[in-house]
């Protein structure tokens, strides 16, 4: 069957129906994906009953998979495969985390709007995540679309943001909530990286905003004056007519686009129930600088 998709938001994000995911994609499928993810952005795939294995593939199928997952206590791993994002309050024995866990801590910076992995060299093309146990409420993911934000600005705007470059770092992040307990082991891998505030996205050519909470600098700026420039730019780009919420539902897949989108995790009674969320991601052609320029 083709890939049929109804719109959820008047400017992105669709549901895709027509694929049963727990099947290998062939070419055809896997281009049908694409092209719907450069004209939506965000896919919804409701009612895939995957297992570990046929998440991992899905996302082969559409590109090459990050090999490293960033987050503290690495080794405290759950799932079967390493490069899986496990995106849930679960500790490795499937108790909840304890309040003071410090993976809960880091793990509220998700709350933050971001772009994944804008913190590497390499950051992150689309994120597949999978719905296993979900809260009976709260816990919805919000997308905002970059492209509409940058649509949206001021010619005069566009012309003085369109050349500059940020610093990203999962500890300038963290910082917001106060956050900084890291080993050094983990301090060297969250070294910022250079990424440009203007992208243009190689499948559609439009031109979005490169936002995300993990920006900590603005070259060529002093740090106050950059990063204030970066809140009132997140603030117009979070504008409700820019962002779609998404309400789980068990075994909703969830497919986005990192380089054009934002989003953010919302709060649930995180102490009182589990949310089982599985994440895999891939990773873009190259670092931002060495693509096309907007």
């Not at 490069?83 to 985390?97: A, C, H, K, P």
């Not at 801590?105 to 995540?129: I, V």
């Not at 917001?176 to 505030?197: H, I, N, S, W």
Request: glycine fraction near 6%.
């Amino acid at each position: 069957m083709p890939l049929t998709l109804k719109p959820l938001h008047p400017l992105f994000v669709a549901e895709a129906a027509g694929f049963d995911l727990r099947q290998p994609l062939t070419p055809d499928q896997a281009a049908e994906v694409h092209r719907a993810m450069d004209q939506y952005a965000v896919l919804v795939f409701p009612g895939q009953a995957l297992d570990d294995d046929q998440q991992m593939d899905f996302g082969r199928a559409l590109g090459t998979l990050e090999g490293t997952r960033a987050t503290v206590d690495a080794d405290k791993h759950r799932l079967k495969h390493k490069e899986m994002n496990d995106i849930s309050n679960l500790d490795t024995d499937g108790s909840l985390l304890k309040a003071d866990d410090r993976r809960r801590m880091f793990n509220l910076g998700n709350r933050l709007w971001h772009s994944d992995s804008s913190f590497k060299a390499t950051p992150a093309l689309y994120s597949m995540l999978h719905a296993r146990i979900i809260p009976p409420e709260g816990g919805e993911t919000e997308f905002a679309d970059m492209r509409a934000a940058w649509d949206a600005l001021p010619d005069k705007d566009k012309a003085r943001l369109r050349n500059l470059t940020t610093w990203h770092s999962l500890i300038y992040s963290r910082a917001q909530l106060g956050f900084d307990a890291y080993t050094e082991e983990e301090k060297k891998a969250f070294a910022p990286v250079p990424q440009r505030l203007v992208r243009r996205h190689a499948g559609s050519g439009r031109v979005s905003l490169y936002l995300s909470a993990h920006i900590g600098r603005v070259e060529g700026m002093p740090v106050p004056e950059g990063m204030m420039m970066i809140r009132e730019l997140a603030e117009h780009a979070t504008r409700r007519d820019f962002v779609h919420s998404h309400t789980w539902r068990q075994n909703d897949l969830v497919i986005w686009d990192n380089r054009c989108t934002m989003h953010r995790a919302r709060p649930f009674e995180d102490s009182v129930h589990p949310r089982d969320m599985r994440r895999v991601t891939l990773q873009d052609v190259a670092p931002t600088l060495e693509q096309q320029a907007a």
